[in-house]
């Protein structure tokens, strides 16, 4: 069976694409890469007095945005047929700045509102099209200077819930070192 727009093919296919790189992010915010991450994207200087391989970790981000990128260009070169240049131009790039500013960066399920609401807001306001940016921009702009983690950023904010391992350990550790103390 060939995978086409016609019987719906590249659709499905884009849909399990995008739910194993949602799955996917998700594990790797919540492993010890992500939490080695997240401490970089906190902190640098405190990462490496911590013994992070900043460099190494970098360089893996770096790899596996430009994969995910990689798979989202290959299926939209498939969709529409050919690869120019022109396709991504400032409008589209303006589109993809506001949705991680509007979204939240650091938070996946931001990215999904971020996207759902100005991928639809075009639809929703046809009599504005002509003052679309004007409205992106007023979007950034609001953003930007009352609520820069974006709508859902405060979830990158919360402090990172540890394993019950981990826990477990914590209250272990407390009671020796009451023991050795008391």
Same mark, same amino acid.
């Given at each position: 069976?060939?995978?086409?727009?016609?019987?719906?093919?590249?659709?499905?296919?884009?849909?399990?694409?995008?739910?194993?790189?949602?799955?996917?992010?998700? +594990?790797? /915010?919540?492993?010890?890469?992500?939490?080695?991450? &997240?401490?970089?994207?906190?902190?640098?200087?405190?990462? /490496?007095?911590?013994?992070?391989? /900043?460099?190494?970790?970098?360089?893996?981000?770096? /790899?596996?945005?430009?994969?995910?990128?990689?798979?989202?260009?290959?299926?939209?070169?498939?969709?529409?047929?050919?690869?120019?240049?022109?396709?991504?131009?400032?409008?589209?790039?303006?589109?993809?700045?506001?949705?991680?500013?509007?979204?939240?960066?650091?938070?996946?399920?931001?990215?999904?509102?971020?996207?759902?609401?100005?991928?639809?807001?075009?639809? +929703?306001?046809?009599?504005?099209?002509?003052?679309?940016?004007?409205?992106?921009? +007023?979007?950034?702009? +609001?953003?930007?200077?009352?609520?820069? &983690?974006?709508?859902?950023?405060?979830?990158? &904010?919360?402090?990172?819930?540890?394993?019950?391992?981990?826990?477990?350990?914590?209250?272990?550790?407390?009671?020796?070192?009451?023991?050795?103390?008391?």
């Amino acid at each position: 069976m060939k995978l086409t727009i016609a019987n719906h093919g590249l659709y499905y296919l884009v849909m399990i694409i995008l739910v194993v790189c949602t799955v996917f992010c998700l +594990v790797l /915010v919540k492993s010890k890469t992500g939490r080695a991450l &997240q401490a970089i994207k906190g902190d640098e200087l405190a990462s /490496v007095m911590m013994g992070i391989n /900043v460099t190494y970790y970098k360089i893996l981000a770096f /790899v596996l945005s430009a994969c995910i990128c990689a798979a989202a260009g290959a299926l939209y070169a498939t969709l529409i047929g050919y690869v120019d240049p022109n396709t991504f131009n400032f409008d589209v790039s303006t589109l993809i700045l506001s949705v991680v500013i509007l979204g939240g960066m650091g938070t996946i399920r931001g990215m999904f509102l971020g996207a759902a609401i100005l991928i639809a807001l075009p639809e +929703v306001s046809r009599f504005l099209m002509v003052y679309r940016f004007v409205l992106y921009g +007023v979007i950034l702009v +609001v953003m930007m200077r009352f609520r820069p &983690q974006g709508i859902l950023g405060w979830k990158s &904010q919360l402090p990172y819930k540890l394993s019950r391992q981990v826990m477990e350990r914590l209250k272990t550790a407390e009671t020796e070192e009451a023991g050795d103390n008391g």
